[in-house]
């Protein structure tokens, strides 16, 4: 199944959540959102700097991954950043494909 990094920032509305209910209660709610794609959590951390949670999620396809992220980033908690990440055999997959392209002009 694929996987992908969601990168979240909280909204003022999600830091009050997190303050209220505390961290366990922001990542169960995220876990089962995840499990009603038919999806897995694998990690759940928050962070300081940049961004306040990174996630990697098991998702059955790119279509689920964009629900997560249009429900959360529409629900006006947090702004979502999405990474589709590949394993080192898919990596290797297209290191073995050469597709025609000339970067001339025109």
Do not use: N
Not at 23 to 47: M, Q
Not at 61 to 72: F, M, N, V
Not at 85 to 96: C, F, K, Q, S
């Amino acid at each position: 199944m694929p996987r992908f990094l969601l990168i979240a920032r909280y909204e003022a509305q999600g830091a009050r959540a997190v303050m209220a209910a505390g961290g366990s209660a922001r990542r169960s709610v995220f876990a089962h959102a995840v499990l009603d794609l038919e999806g897995r959590l694998e990690s759940f951390d928050f962070a300081l700097g940049d961004a306040d949670v990174y996630a990697i999620v098991e998702l059955p396809d790119a279509a689920a991954a964009a629900a997560l992220s249009l429900t959360i980033t529409g629900g006006g908690i947090a702004s979502v950043r999405t990474v589709h990440l590949l394993t080192p055999e898919e990596v290797d997959r297209a290191a073995r494909l050469h597709p025609d392209y000339s970067p001339g002009p025109g």
